[in-house]
């Protein structure tokens, strides 16, 4: 009897104790949540998205920009010069002290000053400007630059997440959030918005100039302007000069001091066989370029290109549409020699063409 009563003691015990180890481990197998579980409720919540490590690798190298330039007061009946002064935002590109801007940002400053994000004031000196792009290269002289990320290998997509970060009505650095709607164009022969990347996040006076990045705080684009219509009240589109663009233009206002396009003096459209027919599809197979309009006494007209011919090959390169052979002819050093081939009426013909630089009006 004694054995038996020990043994059924021995019993309730060791199910007591597994009972205890499944519900500390495994309270759910229960039904109820004890408050010291370690797979509480509390626990389980994911974490909040934050794009804080994109803020604190980009934001450092975003500036304040402020000019000053000396002016005739319009409102005066009596001609009479005040001091204009004007905010913008810029982005340090590199530990040499480059900053990028806006054109409209420093055009016809007199003094430009930076704030830096760690406390620091520079005087900077405008290296360069590009009216074209809107863009413009300033320099100030000191160590321990933050320099913004980069990538120069980037193709930022339709409906990437971006941050535009700058300092909207001197506010100080403030960040807002948006989406890439269409990728802009990255070539030298970029002309206005319609070529610009564009999104959605939100840029107000003095943004201008200052750093898009993407969801890793990688600069993606120049924060440029909002799109404007007369008497409209337009909200959500904004633009950007794409990252390859804004550096191209950089490198060439650092080197030269300016921005040299060649043009030939063209308009056309991709088709698909001799007769013209237009290409309408990716899938359709590109047979050259038709030229629908040939400007008088430009560089192509001189040469003897003429409406209706078909270019097939400009320097033994062919080229899927008019905006990409555009953009290299943009690219070629002005006053070089060219070599086109075209289709001119069934009969192919290499027609030798100098471009030239591409003046503003």
Known sequence: MRTVLLFTLKSIAYGLALAFVLVWFFPNLTGVTLPFAPNSAEEQTPAPVSYNRAVRRAGPAVVNVYTRSRIVDPRSLRPRTIERQ??????????????????HVVYGAEHIEVALQDGRWLEAVLIGQD?????????????????????PAIEPQVGDLVLA???????????TQGIISANGNTGLSSR???????????????????????????????NAAAFQVQNQDIQGIFFAVPYQLARNIMQKLIKYGRVTRSYLGV????????????????GQALYGLLLTEVVAGGPAAIAGLQSGDIILEIAGQQFSDMQQAMNFIAETAPDTELPITIDRSGQRLTIPTIVREQRRR
């Open 192 to 222: 206005g918005y319609p070529d610009f990347m564009r999104m959605d996040a939100a840029i107000n006076k003095g943004n201008s100039g200052g750093a898009l990045v993407n969801s890793n705080g990688v600069l993606v684009g120049i």
């Open 267 to 282: 308009s056309g459209e991709a088709v698909v066989n001799a007769a013209g027919d237009r290409l309408f599809s990716t």
């Open 131 to 151: 009216e074209l792009s809107d863009l413009a290269v300033l320099y100030v002289q000191a160590d321990n630059l933050p320099v913004i990320p980069q990538d």
């Open 86 to 103: 004007e905010l913008g935002s810029g982005v340090i590109m590199s530990a040499e002290g480059y900053i990028l801007t806006n054109y």
């Open 165 to 175: 970060i700058g300092n909207p009505l001197n506010l100080g650095q403030t960040i």
